[in-house]
């Protein structure tokens, strides 16, 4: 089930809440938010809840255990067992196809040059990847970790663990909550209006931000990032369009995301949970390190604490660490080299800004964010395009062969710089008709909370009229989203696929 | 305080939808019924109704996925709600009268019922391939794809048609009859380049026909009339003097003389919204509804039509006058059959199959002044084996019209090769239709 749809917000969400505050009691509670998430899971592919079972119980019994033998090697050895599990499951599931067809271009490479005949030893995995997949291990792993660490203490109650694991809130496409954040608010958490306010506050403006900003994004990035096939791998861009079409897709993937983890943080707060934010206006950053410190958060802090102070941090081969968590973070994106590239393309940003830092810092505000704009806008044409090598299933069952199985990544790339194409004239008309949805996104996109700070007269007097026009500004949202949400057939979230 | 109101109302106003749809019922002006069924007037398509639960649906995600689209077709007021979502997407910007736009359309996902319940063909932008990929171009009320097909794909239709020349050398004579798509006639200069490309893409199919393949130069006969509405502004098919125009480049290439449109009586069809208009939804296309006028030749005729395997035909026709709306094209044969057999009283012992996708409808029904047999084989839904079907009637003409989207498309050709090699059902030479003058039908002007 997605947020965005009218099954969520209008069926699902009043009976959830309808459920949970039936009672005071905290169990009855935690029983209540339980079934609505596996109900929430499962709704669409109810096979992968068995995986989210078993996933939460091994972690469950591995976090006592570390506990019960704190100190000892025992302790050490579930740890272990705890991450090879989670990272597993991961790879059985995500990266599987990936690993298989890697081997098989390697053992087909070799068999040609070596003229033996050897096959990959196993067979390539069909499944499709489990939602949340990413997001739920990882969460799992950290609270092992954390109370390996002695951070936290281990979750007695396997119902409350489950509900850790499965918070439908923020399951399938996080922000990844750590256990350490919300161990206090399963057992005994206060609610009171203030905070489900604002938790409707934030939910419908991140609906808005998903309904209307992103997906209106989308059809600017259908329309301006596809390429026509005309059987040489030449797209009908000129340059100008393909830049606008990246420049959207940048966009919508901001607001897309974004929209969704406020939407999460908003129902977190309806049902008395506080998780931390996961962006903080990141096309707004000075450098690429800024930006990663604004986008996603929760993946950064996660690697940073579980990855990169254990290969030694900034003490001890700092180069080579960062470039190690990049790449991982790339290939948490998906099982596909473009991910690595990705990784790679920031991780060598980031060593580049670490050892130019003195010159970066004399630079010009303005050129900072040009540069780091510039570079983030280009790197998403290695998300939008996730492969480097074509396979299109149009031409699967074709005995006809496209003549350059290259992704179209690189046409795309190509055309960015330099295009054979005249710009289109439609594509003034779409500017024009467009104009007030790039005012809203620039608006949105700028760090109003960073301009005007919590002291600023002029933020209280705003924060003032808010106060007093909340009911109806968040109606009208409600009311907005509804109303295209009405006329919408498909709009799934880009980050359902990592 | 106001944390409470804003709590509540918030509340309130995502509960209050599923009491209002419990309240509302069927009282629905968006909604028509048809046979006890209920269809959403504007989208043209049946309303979503609610599966019954079943451990198996639910397993396989069924009954979720239809939940969603039964929660989306029977929203409370939701025809307000369509309304308000067309005049909050003019928001976006300023709107441009008589702006050129480009609508991008998505492909329909899974199999679509290509017949509804009484065996009518339901018309779709089926062919939705790479000549929509790219988007279609609204100008002046009128649509067009914004692709002019490519070249080497064409050459790969002309290989298959060549394979069959092959194999039939001696028995048949194989020819083509594709026409382009309606890009090459858009009436504004910067977009001329489509045209360039139609016609490479169309000569691309000449210079790859080998083995005694005939290529009818439809590109030229319909670039000769390129002033003219050749093509439908509100559908994705042509207008029946295109597929005229293109009947003629045809008689040229096969040696005949083509009826002229005086000796055919004219008949017209008003207010065609087509499955462009669908598509884009776009208010200037619905204020340019089609005209279509048709032609019929003096020919009398009877058509069976079989199913996929075609086990035994039912009486159809080649003029199914009655067909209006959103329908209209579906005056051809009646839409797309899976295979047809028109016989005509037209005594030259000349016998032809035409393979073709919902464009040759319109082509196909201009070929009955010139064989007295006519085998009409829908190349998306034909199970029959088509070398079975040439030999046991003794055919003389093999007659490719297909699209030009089909062309361009490999697995639509492949879907042409197949029909050589398949096993399906084969029909006996003889079906015995009842011939009775409510069911036989005779489209003849005395």
């Known amino acids: ?498 | 305080m106001m944390n409470l109101i804003n709590s509540i109302v918030f509340f309130a106003s995502i509960s209050s939808m599923v009491v209002m749809y419990f309240i509302i019922g069927d009282d629905r002006s968006d909604i028509e019924f048809h046979n006890g069924k209920a269809y959403l007037t504007e989208e043209k398509r049946e309303l979503t109704e609610l599966q019954p639960f079943t451990f198996e649906n639910y397993l396989n995600g069924d009954w979720a996925k239809t939940f969603d689209l039964f929660v989306n077709d029977n929203f409370p007021h939701r025809e307000i709600f369509m309304q308000w979502s067309v005049e909050l997407r003019k928001l976006r910007g300023i709107e441009v009268e008589n702006q050129e736009k480009i609508v991008y359309i998505k492909p329909k996902k899974g199999e679509q019922p290509k017949f509804d319940d009484q065996g009518n063909p339901i018309e779709y932008l089926d062919e939705y391939d790479d000549s929509y990929s790219n988007g279609l171009l609204v100008l002046n009320g009128r649509v067009y794809p914004r692709s002019g097909g490519s070249p080497k794909l064409a050459a790969n239709f002309a290989r298959m048609v060549s394979e069959y020349a092959a194999q039939l050398a001696g028995e048949v004579r194989v020819l083509t009859a594709v026409p382009p798509l309606s890009s090459a006639f858009i009436p504004a200069s910067e977009y001329s380049h489509y045209n360039g490309q139609n016609q490479r893409s169309l000569e691309a199919i000449r210079n790859n026909l080998t083995n005694g393949a005939i290529f009818c130069d439809v590109f030229t006969e319909l670039n000769n009339h390129a002033g003219e509405q050749l093509y439908f502004g509100t559908d994705h098919h042509w207008k029946p003097i295109g597929a005229y125009y293109a009947y003629v480049a045809f008689c040229k290439g096969a040696g005949f003389t083509p009826v002229p449109l005086e000796q055919m009586e004219k008949r017209t069809k008003t207010n065609f919204l087509g499955t462009m208009y669908q598509m884009t939804q776009d208010p200037s296309v619905k204020e340019n509804p089609d005209v279509m006028d048709y032609y019929i030749p003096k020919v009398q005729s009877t058509a069976i039509r079989y199913g996929e395997f075609g086990f035994k035909g039912s009486a159809a026709k080649v003029f199914e006058h009655g067909c209006s709306g959103g329908a209209t094209y579906s005056t051809f044969l009646g839409g797309d059959r899976p295979l047809m057999k028109i016989t005509t009283n037209v005594k030259n012992g000349r016998k032809a199959v035409v393979i073709k996708n919902s464009m040759g409808n319109a082509f196909s029904v201009f070929l009955i002044s010139h064989y007295e047999e006519l085998w009409v084989v829908d190349l998306r839904y034909s199970k029959q084996n088509l070398i079975e079907i040439i030999r046991t009637n003794n055919i003389n003409d093999l007659i490719f019209a297909p699209g030009m989207n089909h062309v361009m498309n490999p697995n639509t050709v492949n879907m042409m090769r197949r029909l050589g090699t398949q096993s399906g059902v084969y029909i006996p030479p003889k079906p015995k239709p009842v011939v009775d003058s409510t069911i036989v039908i005779t489209d003849t002007v005395p």
């Not at chain 1, 050895?77 to 995500?94: D, E, P, W």
């Not at chain 1, 600017?220 to 009908?236: A, E, S």
């Not at chain 1, 966009?251 to 897309?256: A, C, E, K, L, T």
């Not at chain 1, 008709?433 to 007097?461: A, S």
Request: glycine residues 6%; proline residues 3%.
């Open chain 1, 1 to 498: 089930m997605v947020f965005s749809s009218l099954t969520f917000i209008y069926v699902f969400l009043p009976l959830s809440l309808l459920f949970h505050y039936l009672s005071r009691n905290t169990l009855y509670r935690n029983i209540a938010l339980t079934v609505f998430s596996l109900i929430f899971y499962a709704w669409g592919e109810p096979m992968w809840i068995i995986l989210l079972l078993i996933s939460s119980f091994y972690d469950y019994f591995n976090g006592i255990l570390v506990e019960r033998f704190h100190g000892t090697w025992k302790a050490k050895l579930f740890l272990i067992l705890s991450i090879i599990g989670n990272l597993g499951i991961l790879f059985a599931y995500k990266y599987g196809g990936f690993i298989w067809e890697n081997i098989d271009w390697m053992l087909k490479n070799f068999n040609e040059w070596f003229s033996t005949s050897m096959e990959t030893p196993f067979e390539k995995p069909t499944n499709t990847l489990p939602i949340g997949i990413s997001f739920y291990t990882f969460q799992t792993i950290s609270y092992v970790v954390d109370v390996y660490r002695g951070d936290v203490k281990a979750q007695r109650n396997p119902l409350n663990f489950l509900m850790f694991v499965s918070l439908f809130h923020q399951l399938v496409a996080g922000p990844i909550v750590r256990y350490v954040t919300i161990a206090e608010q399963i057992e005994n958490r206060k609610v009171d209006w203030a905070l489900i306010s604002s938790g409707v506050g934030r939910f419908c403006f991140g609906l808005f931000k998903k309904v209307v900003v992103a997906n209106i994004a989308s059809e600017l990035v259908d329309k301006y990032m596809i390429y026509t096939y005309h059987g040489d791998g030449n797209f009908d861009l000129s340059s100008y369009e393909a830049w606008f079409g990246i420049v959207m897709f940048s966009v919508q993937i901001y607001f897309d995301f974004s929209g969704y983890s406020d939407m999460a943080i908003g129902l977190g707060r309806m049902f008395g949970f506080k998780y931390d934010e996961n962006f903080k206006h990141p096309y707004a950053a000075q450098s690429v390190g800024d930006f990663y410190r604004r986008w996603h958060i929760s993946l950064g802090t996660f690697l940073r604490d579980y990855v990169y102070f254990p290969l030694g941090g900034g003490r001890k081969n700092r180069y080579r660490n960062v470039v190690i968590v990049w790449i991982l973070t790339g290939f948490w994106h998906g099982a596909s080299w473009n991910f690595v590239l990705w990784g790679l393309y920031f991780g060598c940003f980031m060593v580049i800004e670490k050892l130019l830092e003195d010159v970066l810092k004399k630079t010009p505000r303005i050129i900072r964010h040009a540069y780091t704009l510039i570079l983030i806008v280009f790197s998403r044409a290695l998300f939008y395009f996730d492969t480097l090598y074509l396979s299109n299933p149009h031409f699967e069952n074709s005995d006809f062969k496209y003549e350059s199985d290259w992704s179209p990544l690189f046409g795309f790339i190509g055309n960015l710089f330099s295009s054979p194409n005249a710009v289109n004239p439609a594509f003034y008309g779409d500017l024009m008709m467009h104009v007030y949805f790039f005012i809203l996104v620039i608006l949105l996109c700028i760090p109003w909370d960073e301009i005007f700070t919590e002291e600023n007269r002029f933020r209280l007097k705003v924060e003032r009229v808010y106060y007093f026009a909340q009911p109806a500004v968040n109606f009208a949202l409600l009311v907005i989203a509804t109303t295209l949400l009405v006329n919408a057939t498909h709009n799934p979230f880009i980050y359902f696929r990592f």
